[in-house]
């Protein structure tokens, strides 16, 4: 299947530390987003990079695409306790398709 | 702007009940529409979508069913729900794009417990 995952499945940090969080997927794409989503709550949309694109910023957030080993990574930089969630990553199949895949998530701890 | 609404937040069903949970846009017109379902921990598992009104595709064969009877408006149902139905529904719609579904805003989510 498309389904992406995430790697690593649970991670817990100190307040102030970078976290990382990759995911693969299988099949081309035109573009992945990563969405985030605090305990019982819905998800949030974070950043949609292109297949066109290498490497993606905003805020304390960036992504990286690399599309020749069907990977993205998602960095959160100074990371503060309220960055603890859940985070996704989606990936559309085709133009026109309607549809997301998403990923099984890493669970982010941050302490303060 | 635009808001999505679920309700409601939490049900307790018993097994062989009936279910239909809600889930209407506001701000926006022609939306791509989505049920999720999420287990404990888990992923997402996309159960319906929805492009336009009367028009849904089923992802996976299920108990469940999903209708469309307005532009904003999607509700899931089932008639005799399972305990295997138990879960985290989640709505979410995105704009109607040329090029693919774009970004998705999700509604608060519908804790589902059957019992």
């Known amino acids: 299947s498309q389904q992406g995952e995430e790697d690593p499945q649970a991670l817990s940090i100190q307040e102030g530390e970078n976290a990382t969080m990759n995911c693969s997927y299988k099949t081309s794409i035109n573009n992945l987003q990563w969405y985030r989503q605090n305990s019982g709550r819905g998800l949030v949309h974070l950043i949609l990079i292109r297949s066109n694109e290498r490497e993606k910023p905003s805020g304390r957030l960036r992504v990286t695409l690399d599309t020749s080993k069907k990977s993205s990574s998602l960095l959160i930089t100074a990371s503060r306790a309220a960055d603890t969630a859940s985070y996704f990553c989606a990936t559309d199949v085709s133009p026109g398709a309607n549809n997301l895949f998403f990923g099984t998530g890493t669970r982010l701890t941050v302490i303060p | 702007s635009q808001t999505i609404h679920q309700w409601p937040a939490t049900l307790v069903q018993p097994v062989g009940s009936p279910l239909s949970l809600e889930c209407t846009v506001e701000g926006t017109s022609n939306p791509n529409l989505y049920w999720y379902r999420q287990a404990a921990g888990r992923g997402l598992q996309l159960l319906f979508y929805s492009v336009g009104i009367g028009q849904i595709s089923s992802e996976v064969p299920q108990n469940l069913s999903a209708s469309r009877p307005q532009d904003r408006q999607f509700i899931l149902s089932s008639k005799k729900l399972l305990l295997s139905d138990s879960g985290f529904y989640l709505c979410?719609?995105?704009?109607?794009?040329?090029?693919?579904?774009?970004?998705?805003?999700f509604g608060p989510g519908t804790r589902l417990l059957v019992l």
């Open positions: 979410a719609w995105s704009p109607r794009l040329a090029g693919g579904p774009g970004t998705q805003y």
